[in-house]
């Protein structure tokens, strides 16, 4: 009935979207948290080497000053030892906060990647991305069949769709009762739906495909950017690092902050930028943008044909065929999103 029908389609509807949005803030979690993990285990890093070289380096000045100390020591003026007094504490006060700070980073790194691999790890169990497949292939398939209602034809196209067979049932099911609801209506009038179909099917459809294409056509190009992006400021950041470095070799001088924050930059950018490759092929962009591009030229085509129809026989032909089209995209779809 029309009733069940459009419950049907408004459930499966809000079952697929919700999957969806459970999906991507999944997946973003997961990108988000190695990302971070990943930034903290470099600075992890970088605070054990100042922990390690700072207590080294007050060592040599001691020995190196040592003498000079004992010799000045009877002129020097008192405030001079407040002041060394002052700039020794807060040195030690320093390096005791770097210590102190390289569990936390770690622990922080530790609790990071653990969420990570959890949500990982239910995204499978729950079986998300199939369940999401799977909602939207079922809507899709009664939007279809509402599309085409109420023209008594048979829906080959149901079982031309490059589906598993498991579908197959719902497919004979939904068959069955397309061809008992519109029995009635089989010497009706083909022109008026013919009217209806262009304007409230493949008009829509079309405004859809639009929508979605430079929505997902911005996205994967934002993606592409960022990549590009983070790996020429990791490859700037690599390359005056190792100036840096060697010219602090042929000085016989050491490196300074500066030189551990460029190779903070050349760890964590490179992540970054596959990071961003990785959401782009998680949401599909650059196979949906492809498919819909191809999809609209289709339906801008059809939207001039169908007017022409000037028999029944024709009309029904171009609906499957269309339908085809249409359900064929969705199909692909399912195809390579539900192993992802």
């Known amino acids: 009935s029309e009733e069940y029908s459009v419950a049907l389609k408004s459930l499966v509807d809000t079952q697929a979207k919700g999957l969806q949005r459970l999906f991507q803030i999944a997946a973003a979690l997961i990108l988000v948290t190695h990302i971070l993990a990943t930034l903290l285990a470099t600075g992890a890093m970088a605070a054990h080497a100042l922990h390690e070289h700072h207590p080294q380096a007050a060592d040599v000045s001691a020995h190196a000053l040592h003498a000079a100390d004992q010799e000045s020591q009877i002129s020097r003026p008192a405030s001079s030892h407040h002041e060394n007094g002052d700039e020794e504490t807060g040195s030690s006060h320093s390096e005791s906060l770097v210590g102190q700070a390289i569990p ?23 079986k998300a991305v199939r369940t999401w497949a799977n909602a939207r292939v079922a809507a899709e398939l009664v939007r279809s069949i509402r599309a085409i209602y109420p023209r008594h ?48 099917r493949i008009h829509d459809q079309i405004k859809y495909y639009e929508d979605h294409y430079e929505h997902d056509k911005g996205r994967g190009w934002w993606c592409q950017k960022f990549f590009v992006l983070c790996t020429l400021l990791a490859i700037l950041a690599t390359a005056t690092k190792m100036v840096l470095v060697v010219s602090a070799t042929l000085s016989s001088g050491v490196t300074g902050g500066l030189t551990l924050i460029l190779g903070i930059f050349a760890i964590v950018l490179p992540v970054t930028a596959v990071g961003a490759l990785s959401w782009a092929a998680a949401m599909d962009y650059q196979a949906r943008v492809d498919t819909y591009g191809e999809t609209l030229n289709f339906l801008h085509r059809r939207k001039a ?28 779809w399912f195809s390579r999103r539900v192993n992802t």
């Open 104 to 126: 936390w980073l770690l622990g922080m790194e530790l609790v990071l990647l653990v969420v990570g691999l959890i949500l990982h790890s239910r995204l499978h169990r729950w």
């Open 153 to 200: 034809v048979y829906l080959e196209h149901l079982f031309q769709l490059p589906l598993p067979r498991r579908f197959r049932p719902l497919l004979r099911t939904l068959s069955v009762l397309h061809l008992r609801s519109t029995y009635a209506n089989r010497d009706d009038s083909w022109e008026p739906i013919r009217d209806s179909y262009l304007k409230n």
């Open 305 to 332: 044909y169908l007017p022409l129809a000037d028999t029944a026989a024709e009309f029904d032909r171009l609906l499957i065929e269309t339908e085809s089209v249409l359900l064929g995209e969705v199909a692909n």
